[in-house]
Every structure is written in structure tokens, then in C-alpha cells.
């Protein structure tokens, strides 16, 4: 018993472990210089444009974003350039919740890239899911839903191929207006508003590794109920023993 109660804890902890590290890679990024989240008003939609900025080389022309730290990587991904295409991305009618707006992104679904900067392109789809405002700050999918499927890469990128490996992600992206817009605002006019913005991609397991987790965790529970049983079963078997003296 004492073997088969090991045997599922290492099991368990090895399961756990294994998913658990996958689970926690974490890119951020930034809108590189010269780069906009643009809300074109009545339209009722949103795009990201590329950056116009020539300076420092024109390292950052016509690109979106660029990864400026991670979480559990190795660091392979800081510094590469990020976009998500297809925009512009429109949005449905805006539900109010107090100082909160909301609405659902309607389409089309966006067309992710990262490039390794050797030639290869991390690539994927993003649903945006949804655009909220509060008071001076906004968001896409701020409750980082998992909405980033089908990727794909073929380099050699340690942080890259760590993301592909998961095979889902939850990306989301984040804005500032000062004064404050609420979306009902930046829905409205013809001339369009535009800032810079910030986000993440979180590596999230397949539904494969999901099950996985919830076995290692199952394994965990079962290995308790064992430890109590035997418990149980030494106290009793204690009790006895004492009684026949």
C-alpha cells in the first residue's frame, strides 16, 4: 500500500509539474514607437496601426509591438516583433454598467505573426472576445479568455516553440486615454482617436494537458484518501492489538 500511495504521489507531482511549467509562459509587449490603437468613431471599430517612426535606424518602422519581457521563459522572445492583422476589428452595441462600457468584437478574426528575426514567423488566430472602458483606461479580452488558436512555427526559438507547444493562448491588450474616453465616446465623431497600448500572450494547455492536470490533481486527492484509510486502518489494528494484551 505504501508503494502504490508513493507511486501516485510522484506520478501526480510529475503531471502536475509538467503542465504547470508549460502553463506559465508569459509574453508582454509594447506598441512600438509611432504605433496606435485607432478607434474610428462611428464605425464602431478598432485597428492597430503599424509605426511610421523612422528613427533609430528605422528599426521599428512598419511594425505593431515588440515583446519587452516574459514570464517563465527562457528570454528568447524579448525583443522580436509582433502584429496582429485583419483589423480593422469591428464591435456590436455597447452595454453600460455604471462608470464600465462594454461590447462584444464582432470580426473578423485577427492574424497574429512574431517574428524570430532569422526568417520565421510564429503565426495564429486572435479573437479579440471583447472591448471594455472604464474611466481613463480600456481593454481587449481584459478577463483573458483563452482566444489565440490554430499556431504554428516552424524555427527555432526556444520561447516561441514553448508557446506553439501549448498549443491555445489568452492574449489580451490594454489602453490609455488622458482625458478618459468611454467607448460610447470613442464611438462617436469622425475623426478617429488613437494611443499606444501594452499586452500579454499567455501560453494556456491544449485541453489534452487539461485533463492531464486534472488527473494529476485527481491522483493527489486519491493519494490522500489512501493516506487517511491507512491511517484508519493502522489506528484500528493498533486498537486491537491492545486489547488482546
Given at each position: 500500500m505504501k508503494i502504490l500511495n508513493s507511486?501516485?504521489?510522484?506520478?501526480?507531482?510529475?503531471?502536475?509539474?509538467a503542465?504547470?511549467?508549460?502553463?506559465?509562459?508569459?509574453?508582454?509587449?509594447?506598441s512600438s514607437p509611432g504605433s496606435t490603437i485607432q478607434f474610428n468613431g462611428t464605425q464602431n471599430s478598432l485597428q492597430l496601426n503599424s509605426s511610421t517612426f523612422g528613427g533609430f535606424g528605422g528599426i521599428y518602422l512598419g511594425t505593431q509591438w515588440f515583446v519587452g519581457s516574459e514570464n517563465g521563459g527562457t528570454g528568447s522572445a524579448v525583443g522580436l516583433f509582433g502584429d496582429v492583422a485583419n483589423g480593422p476589428f469591428s464591435y456590436g452595441a455597447i452595454?453600460?454598467?455604471?462608470?464600465?462600457?462594454?461590447?462584444?468584437?464582432?470580426?473578423?478574426?485577427?492574424?497574429l505573426s512574431i517574428n524570430d528575426g532569422v526568417g520565421n514567423s510564429l503565426t495564429g488566430i486572435v479573437d479579440w472576445a471583447k472591448i471594455q472602458t472604464f474611466e481613463y483606461s480600456g481593454a481587449l479580452n481584459a478577463s483573458l479568455v483563452v482566444n489565440v488558436s490554430s499556431l504554428n512555427y516552424n524555427g527555432s526559438?526556444?520561447?516561441?516553440?514553448?508557446?506553439v507547444a501549448t498549443g491555445l493562448g489568452?492574449?489580451?491588450?490594454?489602453?490609455?486615454?488622458?482625458?478618459?474616453?468611454t467607448?460610447?465616446?470613442?464611438?462617436?465623431?469622425?475623426?478617429?482617436?488613437?494611443?499606444?497600448y501594452s499586452g500579454s500572450i499567455a501560453a494556456v494547455p491544449e485541453p489534452a494537458s487539461m485533463g492531464l492536470l486534472f488527473l494529476g490533481l485527481g491522483a493527489l486527492f486519491f493519494s490522500k484518501v489512501l493516506r487517511k484509510s491507512n491511517a484508519r486502518f493502522e489506528n484500528q489494528a493498533f486498537r486491537g492489538q491492545d486489547q488482546s494484551n
Open positions: 507511486f501516485i504521489l510522484v506520478t501526480a507531482a510529475v503531471v502536475v509539474s503542465v504547470s511549467s508549460n502553463a506559465q509562459l508569459t509574453l508582454n509587449f509594447s452595454t453600460v454598467n455604471g462608470t464600465e462600457q462594454s461590447a462584444a468584437i464582432t470580426g473578423p478574426l485577427g492574424g526559438n526556444p520561447d516561441l516553440q514553448a508557446l489568452a492574449m489580451n491588450l490594454s489602453f490609455q486615454f488622458a482625458p478618459g474616453e467607448l460610447t465616446q470613442l464611438s462617436s465623431g469622425s475623426t478617429p482617436f488613437k494611443t499606444s
